[in-house]
């Protein structure tokens, strides 16, 4: 089709995926009293896990191998105790991961209506066609590409995407700790499961708490995402920054 389009431009377009897809299918969509949109997308991460879990193109929004490694990290005490991807692959180190507090999937979200074929197997099986999908487009891009995208420190978006774990009690290993209670709005109670032992009391809780958006940019993706996008050498990429 390329010698039958004149060129195109690209509008604010998380191509490599954006941050806050994750926050959203999590922590449900930032809520304002100025606009009605979150109430129709979802306020709360059950409701946003319910559509974009079951829809491909809404998984092609996560962010994808191109984005890079470590995007997600879990803080606590002013150390970063994990980041993830650390292999370049989010979709098994993040996206399929069970039984972790910090998974992209509340797996009771994905069917709340339990019906038809929906589950987190069928979730999984979209998320490999999504990966698929990015590989095969990574660096497809007309001659004449243009882009325009925001950077306004008022309207951030999540570049990395922050669990802080509050307290100063010490925490031995992130994996142990399960998920206690959830407002589904990014706050989080989670317990340590292990037995008891000489030096430590089994069930010690932890308030985890969805970190704000830090980055500038359009309010779901970050300005800092137009470097990040692979282009072939015959591709004359020209961006324009609105503020």
């Given at each position: ?17 954006a ?28 409701e ?69 074929n ?126």
């Amino acid at each position: 089709m390329n010698d039958n389009i004149l060129g195109i431009v690209h509008g604010v377009m998380p191509a490599i995926g954006a941050g806050a897809a994750y926050k959203r299918m999590r922590c449900g969509f930032e809520d304002s009293l100025l606009s009605i949109t979150p109430k129709i997308l979802g306020n709360f991460g059950e409701e946003v896990t319910a559509v974009l879990g079951n829809a491909q193109g809404g998984l092609e929004l996560l962010p994808n191998q191109a984005y890079g490694n470590r995007w997600l990290e879990i803080t606590h005490d002013g150390r970063n105790l994990k980041s993830l991807p650390q292999k370049g692959d989010p979709y098994e180190e993040i996206y399929k991961l069970r039984d972790r507090w910090y998974s992209l999937f509340r797996e009771e979200w994905i069917n709340p209506a339990r019906l038809g074929n929906s589950s987190f197997s069928h979730t999984c099986d979209m998320l490999d066609d999504a990966k698929q999908f990015h590989n095969e487009i990574a660096e497809t891009y007309h001659s004449q590409s243009y882009a325009h995208y925001g950077a306004d420190a008022s309207r951030n978006g999540w570049h990395v995407v922050r669990w802080n774990i509050e307290g100063k009690e010490k925490i031995d290993d992130l994996d142990y700790l399960q998920i206690v209670s959830d407002n589904r709005q990014g706050k989080l109670t989670v317990r340590d499961s292990r037995p008891s032992s000489s030096t430590r009391t089994n069930g010690s809780r932890f308030i985890v708490n969805m970190q704000p958006a830090a980055d500038a940019g359009d309010q779901t993706v970050r300005s800092r995402s137009l470097p990040l996008i692979k282009k072939p050498n015959e591709c004359t990429m020209e961006a324009v920054f609105i503020a």
